[in-house]
């Protein structure tokens, strides 16, 4: 069993920055990948970037240029840093992983960009 527990959203103006935690409650050392999703209102859930163990990363075209995602192996979280954010952000944010085949998500933090 895995649990992930996002932190970190909240609410900020356009142009401004935040930074997703996505803390687990087992080592990710050997956790192949874990991916950062975004699911506006009204609309599907959605990749916004991917970390693998070997820190190769994949990125949503709305994504590249502005947000960075990481690992902390050591703190076993991943992060995801949001720069230059814009309304269209604005959506609930999950980290989600596989492990021995069992897909897991967290329960999701808000994010809400809005002057």
């Known amino acids: 069993q895995v649990q992930l527990v996002e932190s970190g959203g909240g609410l900020v103006q356009p142009g401004g920055s935040l930074r997703l935690s996505c803390a687990a409650s087992?080592?990710?050392?050997?956790?192949?990948?874990i991916g950062w999703y975004r699911q506006a209102p009204g609309k599907q859930r959605e990749l916004v970037a991917d970390?693998?163990?070997?820190?190769?990363?994949i990125y949503a075209d709305s994504a590249k240029g502005r947000f960075t995602i990481s690992r902390d192996n050591a703190e076993n979280t991943v992060y995801l840093q949001m720069n230059s954010l814009k309304p269209e952000d604005t959506a609930v944010y999950y980290c989600r992983t596989i492990v021995t085949g069992q897909q897991y998500w967290g329960q999701g933090t808000q994010v809400t960009v809005s002057s």
């Open positions: 087992v080592s990710i050392f050997s956790i192949n990948f």
């Open positions: 970390i693998t163990r070997g820190g190769s990363t």
